[in-house]
């Protein structure tokens, strides 16, 4: 049976998928994370883990969270990072800076990346860093 949760595409693949498509799954990867480090942090109620989620989760906090990662990527993860804020977006939302919005792409992207590659590994090691401060 194929395993749809543990994910492990080849480089060819990845590097084949937009960034807008990795950041499509870095998205979900990102929420889930933050979601569940929430729920570890200590009871809340829902509507507060909602109003959490949502704060940690766009873009303004996405663009802190790339500063407190930037100087530990590899040159490899800068390269998706970078292909992921580069990429041609239809639209920003309304309450978003742009360049907020851009850094967040990249960051989901770079997440999406590394899901897709089977690296939970680096995929923990980078959210510690961003909410152990």
């Known amino acids: 049976m ?20 990795l950041a499509h799954v870095g998205d979900a990867v990102y929420d889930l994370l933050v979601r569940t480090w929430l729920c570890g ?13 949502v704060k940690n989760v766009c873009a303004k906090a996405q663009a802190a969270a790339v ?16 292909r992921g804020r580069n990429a041609k977006v239809n639209s920003v939302p309304k309450n978003a800076a742009v360049s907020d919005y851009h850094a967040a792409t990249g960051l989901e992207t770079l997440f999406g990346y590394l899901y897709l590659k089977g690296d939970t590994g680096r995929i923990n090691e980078l959210f510690g860093l961003i909410v152990e401060v």
Do not use: N, W
């Open 41 to 53: 942090e200590g009871s809340k109620t829902s509507k507060g883990l909602h109003a959490e989620t």
């Open 67 to 82: 500063t407190r990662i930037a100087d530990k990527l590899s040159d490899e993860e800068t390269a998706v990072f970078k």
């Open 2 to 21: 194929r395993d749809y949760f543990s994910s492990k595409l080849t480089d060819a693949k990845l590097h084949s998928m937009s960034a807008l498509a």
